[in-house]
């Protein structure tokens, strides 16, 4: 795949060898980026210059979201589904270290490859998909904050999801200190959320041996367990975060060697190891909370009522009725800090993709101005119209509706660092690349059979005429049609043959191609010629003269 100068305007691949001082310089570089250098030296020290982009991505594990679907399925089927958490912890372990293996190996995230890959009607289909799941993702942390607000200070709930929109503010303060201080900031929200369900586990006291059993035993018991166990799911793995991820690990220079690659993957899959053990335990906790307090014998009519009907905003009332007054407060100071910390991630991921897919960079107020609106409009008027409980119930919804697009991120990324032309020795494996490609075939399995499941159940039990029945059938399953073929399409497309090497424009190789040590051949990056930075975006052949 290595060329030399030539007269087309198409990037060219190249490494220039030789020079010690070229090989460890940045291609490109731009000033206002914030990049932590990692040292061209292995070391397990290394380790914390990596660490920073999972604890950003494991808070799309711990969000409202999540948090809602979690206390329901524990309130409904206790710890009976306490599996689903572990599979797909796992399966988010894997997934998210193979969005940061191509963000690491080429210097391009997710939404960019997708532009260069597929032509624009579908690049700008999937821009679409990806913007709804992220307002699908908003949904909740609006929601979830507003109900924080009233635990905490009695504030009406349609009152908080506008208050929420100054999650603007603070996130433009945030944006001035540097990458690194966010991290923090982020890792610090983590913990506290950890800290308040420990001392909540604390306080609930569950059986310890039906928590294990619910956690290695697998069981869908009842007729709703499907449906919650997909919610839970999509809860977990997010395709906007698929997106984040690969563009998060832009944020380190690297050493652009076959050894420095490398050790930059194992440590990015330790440290969102780690993160996402936090981000596991959190979600096992207030499962168990939810399972041993609504389960328990002593709950009178008033809870037990709670319990049948449990939302974010019941629960603190449930918690604070049955463990005490502190324990709704550790409640609420969590969802507060869960809800914010997810904007945060929301809002990066948001300019990721807009910038990926359309090469278009929005003014950070203005795109979360955008992203804020398109989640607060929907939240606004159910919270008025529905109250609380139809709150609750539009989390659920889209937390199904995440699950539903995830394939739409999915499977461009195993395609992608499937490819030997896009990977090269950090292809993966075939043994990786037949589990996530079973992975990714069983969650959308799971959820083409939901969606015809519960299509076919309103058709055959609804109140309207048999012309309208039809007519709705057929407009149904046209979107299921739909929704396989563009399935089928990202799947079954070859992909591209592109270099994994870092692209040089033209210009760069004329210049370089000038040079007696290049004249004659371009050979591919090796440990002992090339340890070249991650470029920055190119915009135009004037920002690298």
Same mark, same amino acid.
């Given at each position: 795949m290595a060329a030399g100068g030539s007269g087309s305007g198409q990037p060219q691949f190249l490494v220039r060898a030789g020079d010690e001082n070229f090989s460890h310089a940045s291609l490109i570089e731009n000033p206002e980026t914030d990049q932590i250098i990692v040292p061209d030296k292995e070391s397990w020290k290394n380790l914390f210059a990596y660490m920073g982009p999972g604890f950003l991505v494991s808070i799309a594990y711990?969000?409202?979201?999540?948090?809602?679907?979690d206390l329901q399925s524990g309130a409904q089927y206790k710890y009976g589904l306490l599996w689903i958490i572990l599979v797909a912890s796992f399966a988010a372990l894997i997934i998210q270290s193979? +969005? *940061?293996?191509?963000?690491? @190996?080429?210097?391009?995230?997710?939404?960019?490859?997708?532009?260069?890959?597929?032509?624009? *009607?579908?690049? $700008?289909?999937?821009? /679409?998909?990806a913007e709804i799941a992220i307002v699908a993702c908003d949904i909740p942390e609006v929601i979830g904050t507003a109900f924080a607000l009233n635990m905490l200070f009695r504030i009406p709930v349609w009152c908080g999801v506008l208050l929420t929109g100054l999650s603007t503010l603070?996130?433009?303060?945030?944006?001035?200190?540097?990458?690194?201080?966010?991290? $923090? %900031?982020?890792? $610090?929200?983590? %913990? !506290?959320? +950890? @800290?308040?369900?420990?001392?909540?586990?604390?306080? +609930?006291?569950?059986?310890?041996?039906?928590?294990?059993?619910?956690?290695f035993v697998p069981q869908l018991k009842g007729s709703g367990a499907t449906g919650l166990a997909?919610?839970?799911?999509?809860?977990? @793995?997010?395709?906007?975060?698929?997106?984040?991820?690969? *563009?998060? @690990?832009?944020?380190?220079?690297?050493?652009?060697?076959?050894?420095?690659?490398?050790?930059?993957c194992r440590f990015y899959m330790i440290e969102s190891g780690f993160a996402l053990m936090v981000a596991f335990l959190i979600n096992v906790s207030v499962i168990s909370v939810s399972g041993a307090v609504c389960n328990s014998p002593d709950l009178n009519k008033e809870d037990q009522m709670s319990c049948n009907d449990l939302d974010l905003n019941k629960a603190s009332f449930l918690l604070r009725n049955v463990l005490g007054k502190w324990s709704s407060k550790l409640f609420a100071i969590a969802l507060l800090a869960s809800g914010q910390s997810s904007t945060i991630t929301g809002t990066y991921a948001g300019q990721y993709v807009m910038q990926g897919f359309l090469d278009l960079k929005l003014t950070p107020w203005i795109r979360n101005f955008l992203t804020r609106s398109l989640a607060i409009v929907p939240s606004l008027i159910v919270a008025i119209i529905g109250g609380s409980s139809g709150a609750g119930k539009l989390i659920i919804i889209a937390s199904m509706i995440l699950s539903f697009e995830l394939p739409f991120a999915l499977v461009p990324l195993l395609k992608f660092t499937s490819s030997k032309a896009k990977m090269g020795p950090h292809v993966n494996s075939t043994a990786i690349t037949v589990l996530t490609?079973?992975?990714?075939?069983?969650?959308?399995?799971?959820?083409?059979?939901?969606?015809?499941?519960?299509?076919?159940? #309103?058709?055959?039990?609804?109140?309207?005429? %048999?012309? *309208?029945?039809?007519?709705?059938?057929?407009?149904? $399953?046209?979107? /299921? +049609?739909?929704?396989?073929?563009?399935?089928?399409?990202? #799947?079954?497309?070859? !992909?591209?043959?592109?270099?994994?090497?870092?692209?040089l424009t033209t210009v760069d190789n004329r210049r370089l191609s000038n040079e007696p040590s290049n004249?004659?051949?371009?050979?591919?990056?090796?440990?002992?010629?090339?340890?070249?930075?991650?470029?920055?975006?190119?915009?135009s052949t004037n920002d690298v003269n």
């Open positions: 711990i969000d409202p979201g999540n948090f809602e679907t193979l +969005a *940061a293996n191509l963000g690491v @190996v080429t210097g391009k995230h997710l939404a960019e490859h997708c532009k260069a890959e597929y032509p624009k *009607a579908q690049n $700008f289909i999937l821009w /679409v998909l603070l996130l433009l303060a945030l944006q001035q200190y540097g990458i690194r201080k966010l991290e $923090f %900031l982020i890792a $610090f929200l983590v %913990l !506290t959320i +950890a @800290v308040c369900f420990f001392l909540e586990l604390g306080y +609930a006291k569950p059986d310890v041996g039906e928590i294990f059993y619910g956690l997909i919610s839970l799911l999509g809860a977990m @793995v997010m395709p906007h975060n698929l997106f984040l991820h690969s *563009a998060l @690990v832009l944020s380190r220079k690297i050493p652009r060697s076959l050894s420095g690659i490398k050790e930059a490609w079973i992975i990714g075939l069983l969650i959308m399995a799971i959820n083409i059979y939901y969606l015809m499941s519960r299509f076919i159940h #309103v058709l055959l039990h609804n109140d309207l005429h %048999l012309a *309208a029945v039809v007519s709705i059938g057929i407009l149904g $399953f046209s979107g /299921v +049609a739909l929704y396989l073929s563009g399935i089928a399409y990202l #799947v079954f497309r070859k !992909t591209k043959e592109i270099s994994h090497l870092l692209a004249r004659s051949r371009y050979d591919p990056p090796n440990e002992d010629t090339v340890s070249m930075q991650l470029p920055q975006r190119i915009r």
